[in-house]
């Protein structure tokens, strides 16, 4: 059973802070690791993707993967409220179509 | 800009009812998905295609069908609707073969209540 293990939170952060969200997973053949944005009563947005070990950075976010650990992170630098949302981690495997996802980390920031 | 459309934001059937959800993408997209969300669940695949009049049952595809006629439509239909059908339902697209890296763009979901 593949498995994506997040933790529900909620995360509380001050604004202005970095946020660390952490998502490991069971299936040691998985090559393309995702992280989604939800805010409330919304769909997901995909908002990183990383499919290499290190650090892969798009403006205020930064995702770490390290595949010998099995784990992905997204820390998101200055904090700010509007990016209070639950953020999904999503796991696929090479030779499939479908991404297995966690259940998602709630993400406060307060002003 | 990218779009998944879905058909309805709020829809209420009452039991027993044919239900049809739809969901139009606009990016050539091979491969569409149905997905439910409900609280402490997460998302649980329904339904996918990865081409046009390919279907491949998901997690719970229980009392679900599908249908993909052209490419950028894939229609969720439920059968006979029950109150343990209410939930939001999300469909999303990839572009891709299997192995590719690519991830999903999501329509805005359904949020159905059926009564």
């Known amino acids: 059973q593949k498995e994506v293990e997040q933790n529900s939170g909620p995360l509380s952060v001050p604004e202005g802070a970095i946020a660390s969200l952490n998502c490991t997973y069971s299936d040691r053949v998985s090559q393309s690791f995702f992280w989604y944005r939800q805010y409330s009563g919304k769909s997901p947005e995909l908002i990183m993707s990383i499919y290499s070990n290190g650090d892969k950075e798009d403006g205020r976010f930064t995702a770490q993967l390290n595949k010998a650990s099995q784990y992905v992170s997204l820390l998101i630098r200055d904090s700010q409220p509007s990016d209070s949302a639950t953020y999904l981690c999503a796991v696929k495997p090479g030779g499939s179509y479908i991404p297995t996802f966690g259940r998602g980390t709630s993400l406060i920031v307060h002003p | 800009d990218v779009k998944v459309t879905q058909s309805s934001r709020y829809l209420v059937k009452r039991t027993g009812e044919k239900v049809f959800l739809e969901c139009v993408q606009d990016m050539d997209h091979e491969n569409m998905f149905w997905y439910r969300q409900d609280p402490g669940l997460g998302l649980r695949l329904i339904y996918f295609?990865?081409?046009?009049?390919?279907?491949e049952k998901g997690d719970i595809p229980e009392g679900y069908s599908v249908s993909r006629e052209k490419k950028e439509r894939f229609s969720l239909i439920l059968e006979s609707a029950s109150t343990n059908q209410t939930s939001m339902y999300l469909c999303?697209?990839?572009?891709?073969?299997?192995?590719?890296?690519?991830?999903?763009?999501f329509g805005s979901g359904t949020r159905l209540t059926v009564v």
């Open positions: 295609s990865y081409d046009v009049k390919m279907k």
């Open positions: 999303a697209s990839s572009y891709g073969l299997s192995g590719q890296g690519y991830g999903y763009t």
